[in-house]
C-alpha cells in the first residue's frame, strides 16, 4: 500500500514573539547593568616635568658650558602637595613656606601678579597618595591664576614627590 504524501507546508516564525523576547532582555539588561565606579584610587605615573626656557633669552640652551645646574634660568615655581593617609590633602607648599588648600589661590595670586615675579611656569610636586580629584582642585586653582602681565598660567608640569621626602602630615 501506497501512502499518499501530504503536501509539505513551510514552516512560518513568528517574529513578534522573538522581538518582544529581544527588547525584555534588552531592557532587563540595561536595567540591571551597573558600571563600576570610574574614579577609585588611581594610581598616577606623571612624567617627569620637562623645564620650558624662556624662549626671549639671549643666550641659545646649553651654550653656556660652565652652568652646571640645568634648570638654572628656569623660572619655576614649585608647589608640593602632601597626601593623608586616605588621599587628601593634609598640607601643601610654595616653595619653602607651608600652606593649606585654603590659601592655595592667594598665595598664588600674590607670588605670580607680581610685576617683580620672576615665574613663568609652575611645577606641582604630588604625593603618590593623593586622590585624584584632590589632585584636579589644585589643579584648577593653578589654572584660574594669571602672570604679572595680564596672561593666564598656561605652564603646568607634575612630578611625583619620592617617597621618603616627609613633610606631609
Same mark, same amino acid.
Do not use: W
Given at each position: 500500500? %501506497? %501512502? ?6 513551510? !514552516?512560518s ?14 531592557? #532587563? #539588561? ?14 598616577? %605615573?606623571?612624567?617627569?616635568?620637562q ?22 634660568? !628656569? ?18 607648599a610654595?616653595?619653602? %613656606? ?27 610636586? !604630588? ?13 584648577? !586653582? ?8 595680564g ?6 608640569? #607634575? ?11
Open positions: 500500500m %501506497r %501512502r499518499k504524501r501530504r503536501k509539505q507546508e513551510d !514552516v516564525l513568528n517574529l513578534a514573539a522573538m522581538l518582544d523576547m529581544a527588547f525584555q532582555l534588552l531592557t #532587563f #539588561f540595561i536595567l540591571t547593568f551597573k558600571p563600576a565606579p570610574v574614579e577609585g584610587q588611581i594610581d598616577l %605615573r606623571l612624567p617627569p616635568p623645564p620650558i626656557t624662556n624662549p626671549n633669552a639671549v643666550a641659545k640652551a646649553g651654550a653656556d658650558t660652565s652652568n652646571v645646574d640645568p634648570v638654572q634660568g !628656569v623660572n619655576s615655581l614649585i608647589i608640593s602637595v602632601f597626601p593623608t593617609p586616605s588621599g587628601g590633602i593634609a598640607n601643601m610654595i616653595g619653602e %613656606r607651608q600652606i593649606s588648600f585654603f590659601q592655595l589661590g592667594s598665595e598664588l595670586k600674590g607670588v605670580l601678579a607680581d610685576p617683580g615675579s620672576p615665574f613663568d611656569q609652575v611645577v606641582v610636586q !604630588v604625593g603618590s597618595g593623593v586622590n585624584y580629584e584632590n589632585l584636579m582642585k589644585v589643579i584648577d !586653582v593653578c589654572t584660574h591664576q594669571k602672570l604679572a602681565d596672561k593666564p598660567l598656561n605652564k603646568l608640569s #607634575f612630578v611625583e614627590l619620592p617617597t621618603d621626602g616627609g613633610g606631609g602630615g
